[in-house]
């Protein structure tokens, strides 16, 4: 069956970074548009980068450009968030979502906290 594990989460102070990473099986990874969200306690979750199929166009939430990074491996099929200059904003659960051509998916997500 589909699944898709994010790792990397954790706490980390302002200004530092963190790199997530999206484990996917179960589908044919090559063919998914990638995404990350994030949803923060209280609100509702809000999409943070997306990337196509194979790599070559990455879109971002006007708040995180320039901070984060998406990029992808399919030959490890893997998707990655690099978040960089992180603010106590930033924290929030971190999802992992593939986009096919027969539905969505989504993982459980991973806890990232910023915080001194």
């Known amino acids: 069956q589909v699944q898709l594990v994010e790792s990397g989460g954790g706490l980390v102070q302002p200004g530092g970074s963190l790199r997530l990473s999206c484990q996917a099986s179960?589908?044919?990874?090559?063919?998914?548009?990638m995404s990350w969200y994030r949803q923060a306690p209280g609100k509702e979750r809000e999409l943070v980068a997306v990337?196509?199929?194979?790599?070559?166009?990455?879109s971002y939430a006007d708040s995180m450009k320039g901070r984060f990074t998406i990029s992808r491996d399919n030959a490890k099929n893997t998707v990655y968030l690099q978040m960089n200059s992180l603010k106590p904003e930033d924290t929030a659960v971190y999802y992992c979502?593939?986009?096919?051509?027969?539905?969505?998916?989504w993982g459980r997500g991973t806890q990232v906290t910023v915080t001194s």
């Open positions: 979502s593939a986009r096919t051509l027969r539905r969505d998916y």
């Open positions: 179960g589908f044919t990874f090559s063919s998914a548009v």
């Open positions: 990337i196509s199929s194979v790599g070559g166009s990455t």
